[in-house]
């Protein structure tokens, strides 16, 4: 059984290189049942080959996964009310922008490795995976940089500290924003002024 094609599965690297994104990513898509994967003995995935073809053939026929014509914005609130505020302010500036919404950390990895996007907006305090631990794992994976998030939050300086700290080149909003200086800065970072 020399080469993946006499096997019925792949390692997390082999599917990695084949899918085109990290480790990581697809451990994430094997977790979250976007790919079908089993554990060996030893601890090891071993994702089904015939799941990774699937997902190939997806994002093949869907075409590119990135639209030239919009840029692609994440937002990772678990606050439903607070999302649909930013994405109405968004869409209310009627620029070439698509929003999509994660409620948490995990989720927010997962869309991120399903497609980049432009430009991530999170918040810190949620449940499950936080803003912060969700950066540090992007930071680790090199998935995104932090020239490309913003982070808000309503937690004191202390508590933020306490969790580890925003890093520097992250760009850090207060909770309630300003809505004219939030526009701004994501023009700036979306390059769209």
């Known amino acids: 059984m020399n080469g993946t094609q006499n096997k019925d599965y792949y390692t997390t690297i082999e599917a990695a290189k084949l899918l085109g994104v990290s480790v990581r990513t697809v451990q994430l898509w094997v977790e979250s049942g976007e790919l079908e994967a089993w554990k060996t003995a030893g601890g090891h995935r071993r994702i089904v080959k015939s799941s990774v073809e699937s997902y190939l053939e997806r994002k093949t026929s869907v075409g590119s996964p ?9 937002i990772v609130e678990d606050n439903p009310t607070v999302a649909k ?13 698509d929003v999509v919404v994660a409620d948490d ?5 997962v869309e991120i490795g399903r497609q980049p996007p432009h430009l991530l907006i999170s918040d810190i305090y949620m449940p499950g995976m936080d803003g912060l ?34 890093p520097a ?5 207060s909770k309630p924003v300003n809505i004219e200086g939030f526009k701004e800065i994501i023009l700036n970072k979306l390059r769209l002024n």
Request: hydrophobic share 40%.
């Open 66 to 74: 990135i639209n030239n014509d919009k840029k692609r914005i994440l």
């Open 85 to 97: 505020f930013y994405q109405a302010a968004i869409s209310s500036w009627k620029l070439p922008i």
């Open 105 to 109: 950390g995990f989720t927010g990895l």
């Open 133 to 166: 631990q969700m950066i540090r794992s992007l930071y680790k994976s090199e998935q995104l940089t932090g020239d490309r998030i913003i982070v808000i939050s309503g937690l004191s300086n202390d508590s933020i500290a306490e969790r580890g700290g925003i």
């Open 169 to 173: 080149d992250v760009t850090f909003f």
